[in-house]
Nanobody, 120 residues
């Protein structure tokens, strides 16, 4: 079981990015996927999740700017981030879990992360 993040980079404030979480060794029908981020000097925090039944969840801080989606044919989950702000600078991680019922419970398998830097 493996998840690999991609799509990070340097973007100007107000810009957008779409992060990808490519899953292998399992199908999205059987695992829930969560997106998390860790800013420099801070703890890792949850952002959004998409669960096995297709339901989605967003933490209050990202609702409206972040959109999670999945392409089961590609076995990939995406996180679209709009109107990026300098405080969005962080390493973004995705994680997979077969039994999680909430974002906080998604922790079985983690990717290595992708860096997002928002700066002019």
């Amino acid at each position: 079981v493996q998840v690999v993040e991609s799509g990070g980079g340097l973007v100007q404030p107000g810009g957008s990015l779409r992060l990808s979480c490519a899953a292998s060794g399992f199908t999205l029908d059987d695992y829930s996927i969560g997106w998390f981020r860790q800013a420099p000097g801070k703890e890792r925090v949850g952002l959004s999740g998409i669960f096995k039944d297709g339901t989605t969840y967003y933490t209050h801080s990202v609702k409206g700017r972040f959109t999670i989606s999945s392409d089961n044919a590609k076995n990939t989950v995406y996180l679209q981030i709009n109107n990026l702000k300098p405080e969005d600078t962080a390493v973004y991680y995705c994680a997979a879990d077969s039994v999680a019922e909430s974002l906080d419970e998604i922790n079985d398998y983690w990717g290595q992360g992708t860096q997002v830097t928002v700066s002019s």
